[in-house]
């Protein structure tokens, strides 16, 4: 596979992400995507992983994303989420917060965690502090260079790297 199925899904994700994204799939079978949208980095990580993708978001959109929800059906992101993922039996769909979803799989551990939710400083730092006791491999995130994003990597996650954009560290 590549990410030929995923570049028609709307997303912000450019091509170089979506391939370092393939590449890492390809090595991880037990993923959690936390922030999902309309699923093009999500398709990137099911066509290429070996194994499952767990997908958590609310579909809702965070505060930065609240206008795109004005005089749509509060489901319309959820269902174009399905439709992308329709032909897919390895994405588990977790309808949940990410503090939700990691307080739900307290002492499960998954090989790579890819985040990309809400992008202020205290969200992504919730959300660093949350999935990093359940990752022994990669913890990644989308938006490096984004500044509460850098910020909170750095602080946190001392010795990340970012490539194209990516933050990732990787955890015993």
């Known amino acids: 596979m590549s990410i030929e199925r995923s570049l028609p899904i709307p997303g912000w994700m450019n091509e170089p992400e979506l391939y370092w994204l393939e590449a890492q799939a390809r090595t991880h079978s037990c993923i959690v995507e936390v922030g999902c949208w309309m699923g093009r980095s999500t398709r990137t990580l099911v066509d290429n ?3 499952i993708v767990y997908a958590v978001d609310t ?3 965070s505060e930065e994303h609240r206008g795109d929800f ?3 059906d509060p489901d319309w992101v959820y269902d174009a989420f399905k439709a992308n993922m329709a032909d897919r039996d390895n994405v588990h ?8 979803a990691a307080e739900k799989w307290s002492g499960a551990t998954f090989d790579m965690v890819f ?5 202020d400083y205290d969200s992504i730092r919730a959300d ?6 359940l990752v022994h491999g990669l913890l990644c995130g ?9 910020r909170a990597v750095a602080e946190l996650l001392p010795g990340a790297g970012s490539t194209v ?7 015993p």
Do not use: F
């Open 59 to 61: 579909w809702r959109g």
């Open 165 to 171: 954009g990516i933050w990732h560290v990787e955890l």
């Open 70 to 72: 004005v005089g749509k």
């Open 49 to 51: 992983t070996p194994g």
């Open 115 to 119: 985040i990309d939710a809400a992008h």
């Open 128 to 133: 660093i502090l949350a999935w990093k006791p």
């Open 93 to 100: 769909v977790m309808r949940m917060t990410s503090l939700e």
């Open 142 to 150: 989308h938006d490096h260079g984004h500044p509460p994003i850098t």
